[in-house]
């Protein structure tokens, strides 16, 4: 369960594809792309919410966020949610990490597994 009002690293420990073996599935939950560029990067999540409620879904580099998504539901709603954007990579030793923040009155799971909650990153040509 993920507290409520808190902001928590989700740990993706099952890899389903990872070339280079720069994914960390085990220790720190980490992607440490380790080639500089600009790379389409991004997470998923589902959870079930009640009315009013708050969600957000972020993308921290080297401990800062860089991408977020954040959403409110008036009804009563269990539903998927993502973010994902373009950023550049200045170091070969950069990590990204997928967090939550759970706006609601108590703790809660994600829901779906892997099928939908998903981290992921890849370098664009340019």
Known sequence: DISDNT????TFGTEVFDSDGTYDHSTNYRWTPA????????????MGVNASERLALMVY???SSVLRNQVAYGGPLG????VAGVI??????????GYIYNGSSG??????????C???????IT
């Open 88 to 97: 550049d990579v200045t170091s070969t030793s950069d990590y990204f990490e």
């Open 79 to 82: 539903d998927q949610f993502m």
């Open 7 to 10: 902001y928590t690293k989700m």
């Open 61 to 63: 580099k080297n401990g």
């Open 107 to 116: 703790a809660k799971g994600l829901s779906g597994g892997e099928s939908i």
């Open 35 to 46: 080639v500089v560029g600009k790379y389409a990067i991004g997470c998923s999540g589902a």
């Open 118 to 124: 998903r981290f992921w990153g890849y370098k664009l």
